[in-house]
Structures are given as C-alpha cells and as structure tokens.
C-alpha cells in the first residue's frame, strides 16, 4: 500500500520521519490541489512498480528498452 501522508506540521524532522516510516510522499495543509494530485500520481506509480516487480514483469522497463 502507497501512503500519502497528509499533515498539518511543515518540519523537515517530521517528513523524514514519515518517508523513513513507509509515506511514499508528504504534502502539508493546506492542500495545493496540484500538489495532491502530483502525490497520488506518485503513489500509484509506486503502487504498480512494485506489483509488477513482484510479479517479474516490469512494463516501464519493457517500456524504456522498445524505445532504444
């Protein structure tokens, strides 16, 4: 599970502690509507490399070698 974590503290300390916890990202209030959307963006990237990485078959590198 991709977790987004969403606070209201803006201190360095408190998002490395969430991105060393597990957050695949922190976005602080008030919410930047673009800025939220970029962090779910983000998480499902995260969410669908690591299925396909479980699964042994990564289409953004199969993506990335049929360009070259």
Do not use: F, W
């Amino acid at each position: 599970i991709a977790m987004i974590l969403l606070t209201g503290q803006s201190e360095v300390e408190s998002a490395v502690e969430a991105m060393r916890r597990g957050a695949c990202d922190y976005v602080t209030k008030p919410v930047n509507p673009a800025r939220l959307e970029s962090a779910i963006a983000l998480a499902e990237h995260t969410r669908r490399k690591a299925v396909a990485d479980e699964a042994g078959n990564d289409p953004y590198t199969a993506e990335v070698s049929s360009l070259q």
